[in-house]
């Protein structure tokens, strides 16, 4: 989902036909609203607008699951759900703060930022480290939410292989090297190796392993904090359109990167989440992530370039 231009008056009467009294616009931020209900002060309050109904299907789908397995998690409250509304509008509590991206150094080697995104300047850093502890232990809670199936949470199953978790990354896997193929970035010896190396470590992955629900797109830009008397604190973890049943290395994986580029993040982060990682396992789902981002990269300077030099890393070993 993003933010987009969208007519005020329109959602306001979407808004307040689902029993709210009214609602104001930030002159601020235009996505950001309040909600007025008949008691109590205003709701602060983020729209989020989808280009797909599927994506604003799973979004709902997830943070309702969410809500009904972990109530104290520090996701955002869904407020509202309105499918009906061009392709989905949500309402999800506002989440005041900063993403962890702003706290990691320009210059790190870290997969790009996408290019509409604005660094903000961090007030202070003292507990930084400890808040990224709190966020493994939060990234962990999620990852033991049971999930019956692999894939999607909602929409059509695309995948057969939906209770085999070897033969579902297998096929996911096999999927995302066939498109890059395709798109002429690999030629058919440089597909031969990423397939070889690939299929050396799918053994790793035993086929009852049970499924996790996962973020799928768990970078710095959507875990959130907030600074306050001087300290940094954990906030919440967001954005979940394309959350899943998959294997947790794969939220493990592109953690591993951002986190990389902060000095002691990454392993503050793996002591909070606890438990061992396997590093070839997380090696095989970095290399599923790179593949995965560079088959669909918008634009060679988006994640292409980055994920492809990552490609050439794990194959050297």
């Known amino acids: 989902m993003e933010t987009i231009a969208v007519n005020p008056r329109r959602v306001k009467e979407a808004v307040l036909a689902n029993g709210y009294r009214d ?9 950001r609203v309040f909600l007025w209900t008949e008691e109590g002060p205003p709701q602060p309050a983020f729209l989020r607008f989808s280009r797909k109904s599927s994506r604003f299907d799973n979004e709902t789908a997830a943070l309702t699951l969410i809500h009904q397995q972990l109530p104290s998690a520090p996701v955002p409250p869904l407020l509202l759900s309105l499918p009906e509304f061009d392709d989905g509008l949500m309402l999800v509590g506002y989440l005041p703060g900063v993403n962890l991206a702003d706290f990691i150094p320009p210059d790190a080697d870290i997969p790009p930022l996408p290019l509409t995104y604005q660094r903000s300047q961090p007030e202070a850093t003292a507990g930084l480290l400890g808040a990224i502890a709190e966020a493994g232990r ?3 809670q999620l990852h033991g939410i049971p999930l019956t199936q692999f894939g999607t949470l909602v929409g059509p199953w695309a995948n057969p292989y939906l209770h085999d978790a070897h033969a579902h990354t297998a096929q996911e896997t096999r999927h995302v090297l066939s498109r890059c193929v395709q798109l002429g970035i690999f030629s058919a010896h440089e597909e031969k190796k990423i397939d070889n190396w690939l299929h050396e470590r799918l053994s790793l992955i035993a086929p009852d392993e049970k499924p996790a629900f996962i973020h799928f797109d768990l970078h710095a830009g959507n ?3 907030e600074v306050e008397n001087g300290r940094v604190y954990f906030l ?5 359109e394309l959350a899943r049943g998959w294997l947790p290395e794969y939220d493990l994986a592109l953690l591993s990167w951002d986190l990389g580029g902060l000095s002691g993040g990454w392993e503050t982060f793996c002591r909070g989440y606890g438990g061992a990682i396997h ?4 090696r095989l789902f970095e290399m599923i992530k790179a593949l995965t981002a560079v088959a669909y990269s918008k634009s060679d300077h988006d994640w292409r370039d980055w994920c492809l030099q990552r490609i050439k890393r794990l194959l050297e070993g």
């Open 23 to 31: 609602l104001t616009f930030d002159p601020a931020d235009p996505n």
């Open 138 to 140: 939060a990234v962990r």
């Open 223 to 225: 875990l959130r904090f």
């Open 236 to 240: 919440a973890i967001y954005d979940f």
């Open 279 to 282: 590093p070839e396992r997380l």
